[in-house]
């Protein structure tokens, strides 16, 4: 669903930075090999991804959520020097594409790959974090956040993507996805530990501010 017309769409990607020669590889070959390669962050979210990244610098970030790793390495262009992401997926077909692509960009010693489940695995990762991004199976987002926002450093920041759901959220909820969705942007607008920003990029993305 596209919230602009394709035409501004267009210019406003043209009049933005542009997308780093490695992701373009990268997103071609999630093109080709993976299934269901819309899941990839485009090129205008990618850069929007890194320019937060950069803004805050962060020390820690985890990634819920690595697919093929194009946002992992937006979220890197950004990590301080000393800095550390935690990236978590389910699918264990994925791990070599994404390790050939942390090698690529010379940052596979600043980032740990997690396989398994997300809710299981948060909890044993320690300390707490200045970035989070949320990017996995929709239906637990409510219990997400509720397991990083109290690790999350007073001024960091959470970014949770696919809020509005190709506009299902308007919608009477008729599935589980949409119905967790609905559950966790109101739960993010009433949480008064958090600054909350939804914008309409790609599918939905918000910022949320730790307070």
């Known amino acids: 669903m596209n919230f602009i017309a394709k035409n501004l769409e267009e210019y406003v990607a043209n ?6 020669i490695l992701l373009q590889e990268l997103a071609r070959e999630t093109h080709l090999k993976v299934l269901q390669p819309r899941m990839l962050s485009g090129a205008y979210q990618g850069r929007l991804l890194a320019m937060l990244s950069k803004l805050i610098a962060p020390k ?16 890197s262009e950004g ?8 990236t978590i997926d389910i699918n264990e077909e994925l791990s070599d594409m994404q390790q050939k692509y942390f090698k690529a960009a010379g940052v596979a010693d600043q980032i740990t790959q997690h396989l398994g489940n ?29 397991l990083i926002v109290d690790r999350v450093s007073s001024g960091g920041l959470i970014i949770a993507d696919n809020v509005l759901w190709s506009g299902k959220v308007l ?20 949480d008064p530990r958090v600054e909350t920003l939804l914008l309409p990029v790609r599918d939905g993305l918000t910022l949320l501010r730790k307070r």
């Open 15 to 20: 009049h933005s930075e542009q997308e780093p």
């Open 60 to 75: 820690q970030v985890l990634e819920i959520g690595t697919f093929t790793g194009y946002s992992a390495l937006c979220l």
């Open 79 to 86: 990590l301080h020097v000393n800095g550390h992401i935690n």
């Open 118 to 146: 997300a809710s299981e695995l948060i909890p044993k990762i320690e300390g707490d974090f200045d970035l989070v991004f949320i990017d996995a199976d929709k239906e637990q987002y409510p219990l997400y956040f509720d």
């Open 171 to 190: 919608e009477e909820a008729d599935d589980e996805a949409t119905k967790a969705l609905k559950i966790f942007n109101k739960k993010v607008a009433d």
